[in-house]
């Protein structure tokens, strides 16, 4: 198959935010509890958690991870997390039925951060807590004045604030699996009076309000236009979220699946832009793509391990070569969304849905998933391009005219980054044109079939041959 990319200096699409490259660890299954959290492991350092699990996350170069969930935010008393461990409360989550001892919290993550160099995105809880609530966990986390809260983390050993400046308002509130789940129109307004209160405490923040769970929610499109109606002033991003499946075996549909998260985007963007002309708004409200990943294994094959536990295995994915090129394909869907996607959370991190496994007491390794987003993190950071694809295409149960070939360019500081998908079972040889870039000559071709990239080195060529099933990344000096 024969396919052709060209790529112009002058078609930029955006900045490639780096928010782009953050992840997600919620308090579910076993991501905190041995997962980054182990006081008994061999590598714990002096505060319980795992240093492998941290030399495994610190080349992934997140940006961003976000806490502490998910699901279990909503029904979580971040107070319970706080202080002395031993008088902290065992309560019971009734988003994952699990025992929850509260022995990592607030302060114990925002730590947790700093040593690994990463930097935190709070969410509130806006199931059962209340606006006030709310406000209160922002004074302790950033309060600088002589008030409660605030005072309370100083009692706690952290007199300095921790300056967390983007925060989450709840999570998937239109789901009726959420504890304490909302109509539009109260989470709209719910999420509006909390916004006033946290940026009236803190104008230096940023919020993300909950977009609908998923593109198929009953409420999807009404949802978002009545959150915007409420919060569009407050309100600094709309969040997104999606999970790939394929629990038929499909795999042509499962790799199509990323063009479906691209309508997706382009559709939210969509009814943020008509918000802000209907309000006669002043700023954009961007997306915050703060879940996404494969997830269906433990779905189809999984085993239940017991209710009420700390930190039961639910939903280890155990991934193959395939789920690591749809990862791919998700990649650069975001990155040609990064004129209107500026914050992207792979979901999760360790064990949950996760690149990282760990065992109790044992080894910590890194799953297909890895190494897309690995290779993503550290290339494609610069200015995203608009490439002009010529390829082949295929119809599927998911869509008609699939392109076999699918890319995303990024100019970097010191070149260009292709990351090109072949999504045939045949070889695919693809030449390349480059326009206003100057002197530039390929220096590398790294292939990801599945497992660990194999890596080439280029001399300039501008033709490439794509493996079949494969994603790559060419990278011009
Ligand atoms: O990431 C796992 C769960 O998926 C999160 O708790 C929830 O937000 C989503 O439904």
């Known amino acids: 198959m024969k396919a052709k990319v060209k790529l112009s200096a002058d078609k930029v699409i955006a900045k490639v935010d780096d928010r782009l490259f953050s992840s997600f660890i919620e308090h579910m299954g076993r991501a905190i509890y041995t997962g980054i959290y182990e006081p008994d492991h061999p590598t714990a ?8 699990v941290m030399d495994l996350i610190r080349p992934l170069n997140v940006s961003h991870i976000r806490y ?10 971040w107070e319970d997390g706080i202080g002395p461990k031993d008088k902290r409360p065992v309560r019971a989550d009734l988003a994952w039925f699990e025992l929850e001892p509260n022995q990592v919290g607030t302060d114990e993550f925002l730590q947790w951060c700093e040593r690994l160099g990463v930097s935190p995105i709070l969410g509130v809880n806006l199931g059962t807590g209340t606006p006030q609530d709310a406000a209160n966990l922002l004074e ?9 809260y605030a005072e309370m983390r100083r009692a706690n050993g952290r007199e300095e604030p921790y300056g967390v400046k983007l925060w989450c308002l709840g999570n998937e509130m239109d789901g009726p699996w959420q504890i304490c789940g909302k109509t539009a129109e109260e989470y709209g307004r719910i999420a509006h009076e909390t916004a006033k209160m946290m940026k009236w405490m803190d104008p ?8 609908s769970s998923h593109r198929q929610m009953p409420t999807y499109g009404m949802w978002e236009e009545t959150i915007l109606k409420h919060c569009y002033k407050e309100i600094d991003y709309l969040s997104l979220h999606m999970y790939f499946k394929n629990l038929d075996g499909d795999t042509p549909s499962f790799l199509a699946e990323s063009l479906e998260m691209e309508e997706f985007i382009r559709e939210v963007a969509e009814i943020c832009r008509k918000a802000k002309e209907e309000q006669n708004g002043d700023h954009d ?18 085993v239940e391990p017991p209710k009420w536990t700390v930190g039961r295995a639910i939903d280890e994915e155990d991934y193959d070569d395939t789920d690591a090129l749809v990862v791919g394909c998700i990649l650069n869907t975001l990155l040609r969304s990064a004129d209107v996607v500026k914050i992207a959370c792979l979901a999760q991190l360790i064990n949950v849905i996760a690149p990282i496994t760990t065992v109790p007491g044992g080894e910590a390794y890194v799953r297909t998933i890895y190494y897309p987003f690995l290779l993503a993190s550290r290339y494609a950071r610069g200015t995203s391009l608009a490439a002009e694809v010529e390829a082949p295409s295929y119809d599927c149960a998911l869509r ?6 699918d890319c995303s360019a990024v100019r970097t500081e010191d070149g260009v980054s292709l990351f090109l998908m072949n999504r045939s079972e045949e070889a ?33 060529e501008k033709t490439v041959t794509l493996a079949p099933m494969s994603w790559n990344l060419i990278r011009f000096a």
């Open 68 to 77: 502490p969930g998910g699901n279990f935010l909503s029904g979580y008393r």
């Open 45 to 52: 350092d002096a505060f319980g958690f795992r240093q492998d």
């Open 428 to 460: 695919a040889e693809v030449s390349l044109e480059l326009d206003g870039f100057g002197a530039l000559a390929a220096c590398e071709h790294v292939t990801l079939t599945g497992g660990e990239p194999a890596t080439a080195a280029l001399s300039g």
């Open 140 to 148: 302790y986390v950033n309060g600088t004045l002589p008030t409660k």
């Open 204 to 211: 230096s923040i940023q919020l993300v309000a909950c977009g």
């Open 400 to 405: 008609s005219a699939v392109p076999f070939v």
């Open 285 to 302: 409200v961007y997306l915050s793509f703060d879940e996404w990943n494969v997830w269906f294994h433990y779905e189809k094959d999984g």
